[in-house]
């Protein structure tokens, strides 16, 4: 029922809707766009290096060059520790982990010393612990876990408690070398 007090607008009433024009862009991909800037951005195959000027390739908005000095400069700044003779190492340069010393040194070029590796020493991913509160959605409300799942729970979090790394990520410090750093 209607309320007489609501006015009536029926579908095919000229004030249920009316006709508006919006702007949109068109990258150069063909993409439309309702703001220039993401358009411009779309469209572009370069732009200008936000440190030097120079001309970069998207997505970056700064180029090789210039991310290397970055990327060196960041290295640079890191604090110097010992290896320990575990942990992976992580070469900046190379993009690529090492479990030795000396399989770094063998992927060593021509003229080039360890320190052009910059090598980072890497910290260990291991297995995460299982929280009993993960199988709360399966439960009834106010439901407790059943004792078998809840032993399985403490046995696997138990048996990964001492496991070995699964995995490994570059850490904060930078391999000391002996005989000093890259001049």
């Not at 006709?19 to 800037?37: C, M, Q, Y």
Request: aromatic letters at 10%; one cysteine or more.
């Amino acid at each position: 029922m209607v309320n007489q007090a609501e006015k009536v607008i029926l579908r095919n009433s000229s004030e249920a809707a009316t006709p508006v024009t919006i702007t949109a862009w068109r990258s150069a991909k063909g993409r439309l766009f309702f703001d220039e800037s993401t358009a411009r951005y779309d469209g572009s195959t370069h732009t200008c290096c936000s440190d030097c000027g120079k001309i970069s390739e998207n997505p970056y908005t700064v180029c090789k060059p210039c991310r290397d000095l970055r990327d060196e400069a960041k290295y640079d700044a890191m604090p110097r520790s010992e290896w320990d003779g575990k942990a992976m190492l992580y070469s900046d340069v190379r993009d690529k982990y090492y479990d030795s010393i000396e399989y770094a040194e063998d992927d060593l070029e021509e003229n080039e010393t360890l320190a052009d590796l910059r090598l980072i020493i890497c910290e260990p991913n291991y297995a995460r612990q299982l929280d009993p509160d993960y199988f709360i959605d399966e439960l009834p409300e106010d439901g407790d876990l059943p004792d078998w799942l809840e032993e399985a729970v403490v046995a696997f979090n138990k048996a990964i408690s001492n496991g070995e790394p699964l995995s490994w990520t570059p850490g904060k410090l930078a391999l000391r070398l002996e005989g000093g750093e890259k001049k």
